[in-house]
């Protein structure tokens, strides 16, 4: 007897809803995939090839028109020339692109984001410009096409950097919105890993874990949120019942190679993602070594060097003294509001824990009536948070002009203040009161190790719904982690969160 299933038809909406749970049944017809995710795929390339191409034919045209004008004598002789020399080459840009995976790599994650692959986009016009003068320089060699200057290539490739990120990121959205880049997943395993992975993937709002397969199920399974769909065995008909891309094993007690052996049974559209062992140990920075067919994970030292300092230093003076003269209209005005409404002063401060344990005054915008400090010992036991913190998402004692500045972290741009004295980072760990940074203790005082952050990966991960312990383990892992461009990563994403209000209380 063959073990198939019967199920509601998959949700095809963009934000999921509530899980139903979908109960496997004996002698019921297979259904077929629900949205095939080839049909997805394709359209996502698609569009996104129809992104470049608009950018880089509007470059070459753009490039033409200004290089014609302002550079007549290394131009041809008109527009049209120019035109014609220079937009049989966008192929050259197109091709590099591919080669890169720009098409394909988004398929392979989670959950896609432009950002990650900006880096590669990048590359990949840097690469299409050298494949352009080659492939002109060997044309005209023979006769065959007159041949491209630098000029030319310097024009074009330019205009192409800021409008094919611009488009892509813009094709992202509306693939985002309209649901095309909706990612269903099943879950291997029941246990705390399967359990701290779920929680993670709830804070998306374009992700769906459809349930979940388990031989023998955890005792927090019951916790789940999601239904069981079967036993491990079950997984191939779980994914093609539910319409799932994407499998994430998250550790089970069953044996390793039963489950291997049905993963490789997997249809080549289902993904697989694998959470590590020791994964709290395990960042993005660390590699991948093979030894004769053995892979190998290298466990990146939670440090930063010298270089690295001087960097996140630099980048820190540059953009914060760029913030506080372009803000500097909006400053006066929250001064002027919040003076206006409630007595006081303008500014709160309050000492908090930086690099090396040393406390500092950090900057903030009032937000709460004066003498709110000393009101906390009455409120602590309505505390909605664990750990050393406490946070009330209906504080009494915030104004009405300052719930406003903290559900749009308004309140934290005096902070700025903070950046360039060197007392914080733009990006960094999350910095607590001293009363609270006595809760870290061993690994987790690692953190002291740079400067809090106006935003961090917290910032970014949830806020303060996120429970004291993945806290701690995100800080850990942003400073064993460190990159300039991870720091423009969270950078990034930050005013995405702050518009959304994730956690803002």
């Not at 890993?193 to 019951?222: C, K, S, W």
Request: aromatic residues 8%; positive net charge; glycine residues 8%.
């Amino acid at each position: 007897m063959t073990l198939t299933y019967r199920y509601a038809p998959a949700r095809t909406d963009r934000a999921p809803g509530p899980l139903k749970a979908r109960t496997p049944q004996l002698d019921a017809p297979l259904p077929g995939r629900v949205a095939p995710p080839t049909s997805t795929q394709r359209s996502r390339k698609l569009l996104l090839l129809s992104c470049d191409l608009l950018a880089l034919t509007t470059s070459v045209v753009a490039g033409a028109f200004l290089r014609v004008h302002l550079l007549p004598e290394e131009s041809p002789r008109s527009l049209a020339t120019s035109l014609a020399r220079e937009l049989p080459y966008v192929l050259t840009y197109l091709s590099a692109m591919a080669g890169y995976g720009l098409y394909q790599r988004g398929q392979r994650r989670v959950r896609p984001s432009f950002f990650l692959e900006m880096g590669l986009l990048l590359h990949a016009l840097a690469v299409g410009a050298i494949l352009a003068l080659v492939v002109s320089a060997g044309l005209h060699r023979f006769g065959l096409a007159p041949k491209l200057g630098w000029v030319e290539v310097i024009f074009m490739g330019t205009l192409a950097t800021l409008l094919s990120p611009a488009l892509r990121a813009a094709a992202n959205m509306v693939l985002r919105r309209r649901g095309v880049l909706y990612s269903r997943v099943v879950m291997v395993g029941s246990g705390a890993v399967a359990n701290a992975a779920l929680q993670r993937l709830q804070r998306y709002p374009d992700i769906e874990v459809t349930g979940f397969v388990d031989d023998e199920p955890h005792g927090m399974a019951d916790k789940l949120p999601c239904p069981r769909l079967g036993k491990i065995a079950d997984l191939p008909y779980a994914c093609a019942a539910t319409g799932a891309d994407r499998v994430l094993v998250a550790f089970s007690s069953s044996p390793p190679s039963q489950v291997m052996d049905v993963l490789r049974k997997l249809p080549p559209s289902v993904h697989v993602c694998v959470v590590p062992r020791m994964f709290e140990l395990v960042t993005w920075q660390s590699q991948l070594e093979e030894l004769h067919g053995l892979t190998v994970m290298d466990i990146a030292p939670p440090q930063l060097g010298t270089l690295s300092r001087a960097l996140k230093r630099a980048m820190d003076l540059c953009v914060s003294a760029c913030l506080l003269l372009v803000l500097a209209p909006l400053i006066v005005g929250i001064a002027i509001a919040i003076k206006a409404t409630s007595p006081g002063p303008v500014l709160f401060r309050q000492p908090r824990t930086g690099r090396g344990g040393v406390p500092f005054e950090i900057l903030k915008f009032r937000s709460m009536e004066v003498g709110a400090e000393r009101l906390k010992i009455d409120l602590r036991e309505h505390n909605e948070v664990d750990g050393p913190l406490f946070k009330l998402r209906h504080d009494p004692r915030v104004t009405k002009v300052g719930r406003f500045l903290r559900r749009t972290s308004l309140d934290e741009i005096p902070q700025l203040f903070n950046v360039l004295l060197g007392q914080m980072s733009l990006v960094g760990p999350r910095p607590f009161v001293p009363d609270e940074a006595r809760g870290f203790a061993d690994w987790a005082t690692r953190r002291f190790d740079v400067r809090p952050g106006m935003t961090g990966l917290w910032q970014v991960s949830g806020r303060n719904d996120l429970p004291f312990a993945e806290l701690q383990q995100l800080d850990y892992a942003y400073v064993a982690s460190w990159s300039l461009w991870w720091d423009l990563k969270i950078l990034w994403h930050t005013p995405g969160t702050v518009l959304r209000r994730d956690g803002a209380y």
